[in-house]
Nanobody, 130 residues
Framework: QSQLVESGGGLAQPGGSLRLSCVAS????????VNWFRQATGKERERVSC???????????IYADSVKGRFTTSRDNAKNTVYLQMSSLKPEDTAVYYC????????????????????WGQGTQVTVSS
């Protein structure tokens, strides 16, 4: 059974850090681009980042303007895992965070119809509050 499982969410103070993990089972995550999305209550889903898999742009990354310079995504292929390191957290980063695997990183994510994902995780809650 192929699946993605996120972990590492929780409560952080403004200015703090968290590291989310996205572990794949049943398939080789390095063969896929891995996106991180987030969805806050009452808001649309936002793509936060993407890291390329095996491709001509291997391990190149894309970040949303809202997180650029604060969040970093990376891979550990030995662990079949992708991480999202979040620093300088703000209350507006509060959301459920999801990882999702696709064949490539879409330069400008256009929604699930035009840029479908092959696999989704179940999500992990991140709350930034003092």
């Amino acid at each position: 059974q192929s699946q993605l499982v996120e972990s590492g969410g929780g409560l952080a103070q403004p200015g703090g850090s968290l590291r989310l993990s996205c572990v794949a089972s049943g398939f080789v995550l390095d063969h896929y681009a891995v996106n991180w999305f987030r969805q806050a209550t009452g808001k649309e889903r936002e793509r936060v980042s993407c890291i390329e898999g095996i491709s001509s742009r291997r391990d190149s990354t894309i970040y949303a303007d809202s997180v650029k310079g604060r969040f970093t995504t990376s891979r550990d292929n030995a662990k079949n895992t992708v991480y999202l390191q979040m620093s300088s957290l703000k209350p507006e980063d509060t959301a459920v965070y999801y990882c999702a695997a696709a064949w490539i990183c879409s330069p400008n994510y256009r929604g699930s119809y035009y840029d479908p994902m092959e696999f989704w995780g179940q999500g992990t809650q991140v709350t930034v509050s003092s």
